[in-house]
């Protein structure tokens, strides 16, 4: 055991690849649903870092910095250079890992695989070393997407991306270089809003910044960067973006909002367009219902009826088909379409049933019952004597 006091050791003041988002020497989880713009956000802080820029206001810049990238699901000709070359990248300071069976002593062999591997990481490390020894070191290594890279990080083996986690943040550690890591939500995940919770929550525990990129409910086309963790420094805002012709383009305002209170925010609003959304059905419930109380109406005269008292088309359906509605053609060549009220149910009576009666208990005496047997017997007799 080495101890060593603490007020011998100066004090070091963190350093960014991209300012407030992905620190230097440190592991960076960045998740999100699929088609969220995730990789697309890779390529822009690709490019500015090889241009020197450390963020996205031009007070924040440096020495321009080499990247290397595993990119495992886009083509790197068809899709990866046309990403980076349209968010305006140096593209010989970006080193793409690809398959390569060829190792020698100026380009170790990195090849598509496990990075849980110790060769492939210590192949990694051998060429972080070459690159900061011709002067341009490698600033961010991206892993995109990690789950094809990392081993189990489906969330069956923690302690197996644990162990991968902590060899990654040591060569972070050592070479000084950020890593960042893409991931989309787990299956299991998907459910939750926002989405925020990487493919592991292992990889947020270990991440020193963990960010999501979330789609805007209001505006379809909008997304917008949200902070989830951030250990380095003061909670930074998110910011918003728009994507055209495959790049980023970035607002000039900041979002004063956490992903947790994204969430928050979005369950809110969905619960209150329901609320809205139920009392405006009931309204056109009961409008349909006096609509149709006379009698059959044109299809084309009950939607625009009902466009002229501010209804959609896709309200009126669903009313239409809650009041069990039903839509019918006249027979007739050029016959109309029309939607009606349901018959009303009926319960069928059979005529000429007889009425019942009520009936009452009647008591007789032993000696009335006999008479009466009497009788009957001696009309019996009468009546065969006749015939």
């Keep these: ?9 100066p004090a070091t003041t963190p350093g960014w690849v991209w300012k407030g988002v992905i620190p230097e020497g440190q592991l960076t989880l960045l998740t999100g649903e699929p088609g969220v713009g995730k990789s697309l956000f890779a390529m822009d802080a690709i490019a500015r870092l090889t241009r020197g820029e450390r963020g996205l206001t031009v007070d924040e810049m440096g020495e321009p910095g080499q990247v290397i990238l595993f990119s495992g699901e886009d083509g790197i000709a068809s899709v990866v250079r046309n990403r980076l070359e349209a968010a305006k990248a140096v593209l010989p300071l970006v080193n793409i890992v690809v398959n390569d069976t060829t190792a020698t002593s100026e380009k170790p062999e990195l090849r598509r695989s496990r990075l849980d591997d110790d060769g492939e990481i210590e192949s990694l490390e051998l060429y972080l070393t070459l690159l900061r020894e011709t002067g341009a070191p490698c600033r961010l290594v991206v ?14 083996d923690d302690a197996k991306i644990r162990a991968t986690l902590a060899k990654l943040t040591d060569l972070a ?19 939750k809003r926002g989405n925020w919770s990487p493919t592991s929550p292992v990889l947020a525990e270990v991440a020193r910044s963990v960010w999501t990129i979330v789609r805007d409910p209001d505006e379809p086309g909008r997304r917008v960067l949200l902070p989830v963790k951030t250990n380095l420094c003061e909670t930074p805002p998110g910011i918003g973006f728009t ?8 607002e000039n305002a900041w979002v004063r909002q956490t992903a947790e209170q994204y969430v928050a925010d979005a369950t809110q609003t969905e619960q209150l367009l329901n609320v809205a959304a139920k009392s405006e059905l009931s309204r056109v419930t009961e409008w349909v219902k006096k609509r149709l109380n ?9 939607k625009e009826d009902a ?17 069990g509605g039903i839509k019918g053609k006249e027979k007739k060549s050029d016959g109309r379409w029309f939607w009606r009220m349901p018959d009303p149910l009926t319960v069928p009576v059979i005529s000429g049933s007889p009425a019942v009666k009520t009936r009452t208990l009647e008591f007789k005496t032993m000696a009335e019952i006999c008479a009466e047997a009497d009788k009957a017997k001696t009309l019996k007799n009468t009546i065969k004597k006749g015939t």
Excluded: C
């Design 143 to 156: 892993i995109d997407p990690a789950k094809n890279f990392l081993d189990a990080t489906n969330g069956r």
């Design 1 to 9: 055991m080495n101890l060593e006091k603490l007020s011998d050791i």
């Design 173 to 191: 550690n050592r070479s000084g270089a950020a890593i960042l890591l893409i991931a989309a939500p787990s299956k299991f995940e998907k459910g």
């Design 307 to 323: 466009a002229g008292h501010d209804i959609s088309e896709k309200t009126l359906m669903r009313a239409l088909i809650l009041l």
């Design 243 to 250: 994507i055209q012709n495959q790049r980023i383009f970035w």
């Design 294 to 302: 006379d009698g059959p109406v044109y299809t084309s005269v009950l």
